[in-house]
T-cell receptor
Framework: GQNIDQPTEMTATEGAIVQINCTYQTSGFNGLFWYQQHAGEAPTFLSY????GLEEKGRFSSFLSRSKGYSYLLLKELQMKDSASYLC??????????????FGQGTELSVKP | ETGVTQTPRHLVMGMTNKKSLKCEQHLGHNAMYWYKQSAKKPLELMFVYNFKEQTENNSVPSRFSPECPNSSHLFLHLHTLQPEDSALYLCASSQEDRPADTQYFGPGTRLTVL
């Protein structure tokens, strides 16, 4: 079966660094996405990884290891507005999966002053 | 500012009602998606349309009926729903239905079935 695991909740302090982990077991791999979702709002795209390594985009970075089925999202210089749910999503191999994205349950991040 | 809009934002309906959710994208995309987001559960793909053709039905009950009249509009017709269908229904679009194509989400319709 397909499975995406990420922690349910995390708490961090304003100005600090936090790492949100995601592990996956899927029938093949065709890319991994991170989305941010504030309560009552649409998920918004943060990053896409398909090759191993680190992708940096401002305060946010995303890492992928395909051999380990593992990714993390790194948030630096945390701000109160970063309090949100962070969703990890994987595309399995195209095969009979079409465009299906498999989502994790999301990690609720609370940033404290 | 999202290029994907959804109406209504909130909907309360009885189990015998028929209602429709509407999604419109202003991004020039060719693929559109319906997702269901229930409390404490992962986002769950329901349907995929690519160039107006349905390419994915993720074992969704027939009381949910999608319609895609053109690449900019997507509907979800609802009839004889159950209370457990109460959830946030999200629409998304992407350039095409390809692995690297980012999906952009609308704000969702919060549905409550009484």
């Amino acid at each position: 079966g397909q499975n995406i695991d990420q922690p349910t909740e995390m708490t961090a302090t304003e100005g600090a660094i936090v790492q949100i982990n995601c592990t996956y077991q899927t029938s093949g791999f065709n890319g991994l996405f991170w989305y941010q979702q504030h309560a009552g709002e649409a998920p918004t795209f943060l990053s896409y990884n398909v090759l191993d390594g680190l992708e940096e985009k401002g305060r946010f970075s995303s890492f992928l290891s395909r051999s380990k089925g593992y990714s993390y999202l790194l948030l630096k210089e945390l701000q109160m507005k970063d309090s949100a749910s962070y969703l990890c999503a994987v595309r399995p191999s195209r095969g009979n999966q079409g465009g299906k994205l498999i989502f994790g349950q999301g990690t609720e991040l609370s940033v404290k002053p | 500012e999202t290029g994907v809009t959804q109406t209504p934002r909130h909907l309360v309906m009885g189990m015998t009602n028929k209602k429709s959710l509407k999604c419109e994208q202003h991004l020039g995309h060719n693929a559109m998606y319906w997702y269901k987001q229930s409390a404490k559960k992962p986002l769950e793909l329901m349907f995929v349309y690519n160039f107006k053709e349905q390419t994915e039905n993720n074992s969704v009950p027939s009381r949910f009926s999608p319609e895609c009249p053109n690449s900019s509009h997507l509907f979800l017709h609802l009839h004889t729903l159950q209370p457990e269908d109460s959830a946030l229904y999200l629409c998304a679009s992407s350039q095409e239905d390809r692995p690297a194509d980012t999906q952009y989400f609308g704000p969702g319709t919060r549905l409550t079935v009484l």
